[in-house]
């Protein structure tokens, strides 16, 4: 792991100021709250999959030095958690009746459920990752559904994130694939935002870039790796994903690691009743064997030859469109 690329990035950034990966710093929680936090009171905010894996050691560990804890606050296992807005406010509820700096121990879900709390409670908090599965742990913002739609919610990454590796290599292998696919997503991501550059609809911010697409080659050499759960290639999944949270940080904006192969996912996501609950990464991956398609066939034509006047004059009206619309629903 490139630690002093981490610490530059964090230099940059306007919510993250501390980020702990290695195997085996579960351990060091108190302390890492400690240098955050102070002597302030802490809740664990988990579900109770999450809890049985990591937040009951985080829990120990934070009690260790005499700190004042709240009760964790612990969804049910089963069905599985949903980042729906309900679901925050119910985390928010629980934080307004008391000062506690919450831990989130899990990944996307109790993550953003309370990032999105913390923030309209106006206070920081941190995360204990447990699975390796999304770039969203260092990411501005909240994807949460929200009267029928996913939406990004507006608000501040966390202040620390811990990520033991012991535990993220061992976690559900579906989970790491899914965290392997977002990060693989990029390279769609960095093809959709240079059209966007070269058409001057969204600029190139070269430092953000740099974080997301110089080391991305190595980040996703060897996925097989990650299924025998090898710690060292686990570190660099890790290291990708934060990085590119650091980039969404530091722009306010998710393109430095999203593209049209997101738009698969949050389509998806707000027909997620109909379909039951798939992870976000796999959503991805396959929005992103669908842009990549769609890239090679239009590298494959001769532009030059486009008739462009004559493709404006055949492009759809908006009543067409909705016609045709109408009958996939």
């Not at 100021?17 to 400690?34: A, E, N, P, Q, W």
């Not at 940080?249 to 998806?268: C, I, K, N, T, V």
């Not at 798939?278 to 486009?306: N, P």
Request: hydrophobic share 45%.
């Amino acid at each position: 792991m490139d630690e002093e690329r981490i610490n530059a990035a964090l230099s940059r950034a306007t919510d993250t100021h501390r980020v702990v990966i290695g195997s085996g710093v579960i351990s060091s929680v108190d302390d890492l709250f400690s240098q955050c936090f102070g002597d302030k009171p802490a809740v664990v905010i988990a579900d109770e999959n999450t809890f049985q894996i990591a937040g009951s050691r985080v829990q120990q560990q934070l009690a260790s030095g005499g700190r004042k804890l709240i009760a964790p606050f612990i969804f049910p296992g089963q069905p599985v958690l949903y980042a729906d807005f309900q679901n925050v406010l119910k985390v928010e509820s629980l934080l307004r009746e008391n000062e506690a700096i919450p831990v989130a121990v899990g990944s996307g879900t109790l993550n953003d459920l309370t990032k999105l709390a913390a923030h309209r409670c106006g206070r920081p908090y941190m995360v204990a990752a447990t699975a390796a599965s999304m770039d969203g742990y260092t990411a501005f913002g909240a994807a949460i559904t929200h009267e029928g739609f996913k939406q990004t919610f507006a608000c501040a990454a966390p202040y620390a994130v811990l990520a033991d590796l012991e535990i993220l290599a061992h976690a559900p292998a579906k989970m790491t694939a899914s965290g392997y696919a977002d990060l693989l997503g990029k390279i769609t991501a960095g093809a959709d935002w240079i059209i966007a550059d070269a058409l001057e609809v969204e600029l190139i911010d070269r430092r953000a870039w740099s974080l997301v697409q110089d080391s991305l080659r190595a980040w996703t050499a060897n996925p097989e790796l990650l299924q025998s759960q090898d710690q060292e290639t686990m570190g660099l999944l890790v290291e990708g994903l934060i990085l590119t949270g650091l980039a969404m940080q530091a722009m306010q904006s998710s393109r430095p690691a999203s593209g049209s192969e997101h738009q698969f996912s949050h389509l998806w996501e707000m027909q997620e009743s109909a379909h039951g609950a798939v992870s976000h990464g796999f959503k991805v991956g396959l929005g992103s064997i669908a842009s990549a398609s769609l890239y090679e066939r239009l590298l494959a034509r001769d532009l030059s030859q486009l008739d462009i006047p004559a493709i404006c004059r055949a492009w759809p009206t908006r009543a067409q469109v909705l016609s045709v619309t109408a009958l996939w629903w």
